[in-house]
């Protein structure tokens, strides 16, 4: 990206709509990577994923390949995942534990918290070559900072801490964990990676788009509506529950209504308020909460009412069906999704295996709503190659944003008041 072209941003967002550029242009991507995942926190992970010493597990910010790694002292480092010499990149798991990484192209050897331990030629490197340990040590991320387990991690040295940025969406964070009985939650799974061929941002959009499920997840819901629970085409009450709403009207998702501030961040309200499910794991799950707090503070807990919570620019949380999805641009118009899991501790097992049957249905690679959405999003993607008009429209409610005391805004669920926010939040970070 030019500096001319930086400089053109501005003419790209107006206040209901964008230019299509936004998602086709290989140089505003490169900015993007430059200004929006350089310089903002960046979900890495749980700290229950790395519980134990040497255990790690690989991830992006952007287009940065990361390591997050619990040393032997005890702390998570989070180091880039780049070998110091000729720049293959180190771990390729997923996840495991580890001494030490190595290199598998020439066997430089690093420990956990990125200091270079061995380079085994090291005695026929030139004499004035520098093989400090630090100095070339693997890459450290400038800043990392976690709230209750939620590992963030930030490549710029400056700006906003962590909390300051998290704002209202700490709220979310304190929702999924109170929740759980024993007050915290452990993603103890590895989770589902799936790709697709379009731009980043139409799922950022799709977070808390509420006007969509009713036309694109139509094949899905339909099929669900009327259903028992634990019928054949769907084993999961979750999941059963939630392709039930996917075939509400407008009115329904209206109600939910949705939530965003200038930074991009935002979430939707429940999708049943107020409604408690019955049912004997429900009450057991309540009975724990209600031990551990008392009926009071259980019920304040329980009042939350928060379905999908965003955290610009690509994190999503939700408690209601105990997931964390992230995506990662890839180049421009190719993007991966990873879903995990989190199981919250204290509450009966079926509810922890309901996520992960929620997950298979809803959110897999083989689901049968995910898959809809994922089609949208490429479909998207070639739509906006057409020539002759060049925008795209957030002007659904936007007449009806209402601004609350925290500096966010408040709309019906079916507004785009959502992505007017991210657009005002994206704009911001590409012009700063
Ligand atoms: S590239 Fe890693 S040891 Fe050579
Ligand atoms: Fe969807």
Partial sequence: MSEHCASQIDKLIEADRVHRDVYTAPGIFDLEMARI????????????????????????????????????DGQIKVLINRCR??????????????KQFRCPY??????TDGTLLTEPLRDVFAKDFDLDEERMGLTKVARVDSYRGFVFANLTPGGADLMPNLGPMKAGIDDICD???????????????????????????????????????VAASSAARGMEPGSDYVTARAANRVLNAFGASSEFWNKTGVWANGDGHGYMGSLAPGAEPDGDIYLRYKAALEEKHGPERAQEILNVSRHNNLLYPNFNFQTSFQHVKI????????????????????????MNRDAIVYLNTVQSPASIIQSDDFDIYERQQQGLTAQGSDWVYFARGAEG????????????????????????????????
């Fill in 37 to 72: 995942f350089g310089r903002s926190w960046i979900w890495i992970g749980h700290a229950s994923q790395v519980a134990s010493i040497g255990d790690f597990v690989t991830t992006r910010i952007g287009r940065q390949p990361v390591i997050m790694v619990r040393h032997g």
């Fill in 85 to 98: 010499h000729r720049g293959v990149r180190l771990c390729a798991l997923d996840r495991g534990n580890t």
């Fill in 106 to 111: 020439h066997g430089w050897t690093y420990r």
């Fill in 179 to 217: 929740r759980a009985p024993e007050g915290e939650i452990a993603f103890t799974g590895g989770g589902f990676k799936q790709q697709f061929d379009a731009n980043w941002k139409f799922w950022v959009e799709n977070m808390i788009d509420l006007d969509h499920p009713r036309f694109a997840h």
């Fill in 327 to 350: 995506v990662d641009p890839i180049t421009v118009d190719h993007s991966e999704v990873r879903i995990f899991a989190f199981q919250m501790k204290g509450a009966p097992e079926e």
């Fill in 401 to 432: 944003d209402v601004a609350e005391d925290d500096g966010g805004f408040r709309a019906v669920g079916t507004s785009e008041l959502p992505m007017r926010k991210q657009f005002q939040a994206w704009r911001a970070l590409m012009t700063e």
